[in-house]
Nanobody
Framework: QVQLVESGGGLVQPGGSLRLSCAAS????????MGWYRQAPGKQRELVAD???????NYADSAKARATITRDNAKNTVYLQMNSLKPEDTAVYYC???????????????WGPGTQVTVSS
């Protein structure tokens, strides 16, 4: 079982910044990738950014210029820094981890419960 604990959401003014954190814990062999997705009301969940263990990063076009994803492999934690926030960034942000489990080896995605980010004046 793997648990993802997110923190850092809240109310931010347009133009402001936020930093989301997600820590993974539990029984697993390795976390292959960690990332952030978001889901706005009435819309599908979409990728914001993800990062592999080796540091390969993938950003959504909408976030590329304003987001920075980093990862602390020793702490199994991923961070998302977003700047110049816009009202359209308002969404529930979900942490995702693709985990390699043992017994036998298999890869499984896990999701955090989500953290609300609201960008409004």
């Amino acid at each position: 079982q793997v648990q993802l604990v997110e923190s850092g959401g809240g109310l931010v003014q347009p133009g402001g910044s936020l930093r989301l954190s997600c820590a993974a814990s539990g029984n697993f062999f390795r976390i292959n990738s960690m990332g952030w997705y978001r889901q706005a009301p009435g819309k599908q969940r979409e990728l914001v950014a993800d990062i592999t263990t080796s540091g390969t990063i993938n950003y959504a076009d909408s976030a590329k210029a304003r987001a920075t994803i980093t990862r602390d492999n020793a702490k199994n934690t991923v961070y998302l820094q977003m700047n110049s926030l816009k009202p359209e960034d308002t969404a529930v942000y979900y942490c995702n981890a693709v985990v390699l489990l043992t017994g036998p080896y298999h890869v499984t995605p896990y999701w955090g419960p989500g953290t609300q980010v609201t960008v409004s004046s």
